[in-house]
């Protein structure tokens, strides 16, 4: 099986983290093919973002068609142009939050999101609702932290990422945790183990 993973942002430090979890789990007979986009914003961190992204998601999906491939994830929690990547492949197209949220159901009643910013916390909520979800969500708390931030220090992730699950678990009363960024990409085993509960990467969960 041939599985196009596609980095929609111009991130190299971002890919470089959704390869490393793709190495770690891909089966041997598995060819596991880990890119960027040609063009775009090196993160996407708001609608605009996504918007100046879409093209060149489109035209990687169009070209995933064309080699060959049998499965794409678009890496980036957003689902950025799912639909649109859906209606030109032929192939199946998965997002991570969609993914995510679907797991996310089978391990708990109540699953909470850690997000980058701030401001991404109303944007989630919205995404859960797009969903249906909202009984089933327990919190949106932010690492304040961007994106390309979080690749630069691993250790502020860490430091913040446990204390936030802890209380996403202790306050919150989330059985589930999704990590709400392909940045975050990696950091699942450390956290769960510290908050107690299942913490799902979307990267390898889309995979």
Do not use: W
């Not at 932290?145 to 009363?173: F, N, Q, S």
């Amino acid at each position: 099986m041939k599985i196009l993973v596609l980095n929609p942002n111009t991130s190299g430090a971002v890919t470089a983290r959704i390869a490393a979890v793709i190495r770690k789990i891909a089966r041997p007979e598995t060819q596991a093919v880990v890119i960027q986009i040609a063009h775009g914003p090196e993160a996407l961190e708001s609608y605009y973002d996504e918007s100046v992204a879409s093209p060149f998601i489109l035209e990687a999906v169009k070209e995933a068609g064309r080699n060959g491939f049998d499965a794409i994830v678009i890496a980036a929690f957003c689902d950025p142009v799912l639909e649109a990547a859906r209606e030109i492949s032929a192939v199946p197209v998965y997002g991570l939050e969609e993914t995510a949220f679907s797991v996310a159901l089978l391990l708990g009643n109540k699953f909470s999101i850690l997000t980058e910013r701030k401001h991404k916390v109303a944007v989630k909520q919205q995404h859960v609702r797009k969903h249906g979800l909202e009984s089933r969500l327990a919190s949106v708390r932010p690492l304040d932290m961007g994106v390309t931030e979080i690749t630069a220090d691993p250790d502020k992730v860490r430091r913040t990422g446990i204390e936030l699950c802890r209380r996403m678990v202790e306050e919150d009363g989330a059985e589930v945790i999704i990590m709400g960024c392909a940045s975050m990409a990696g950091f699942s085993e450390e956290l769960g183990r510290a908050a107690g509960v299942p913490i799902l990467d979307p990267v390898a969960v889309a995979f």
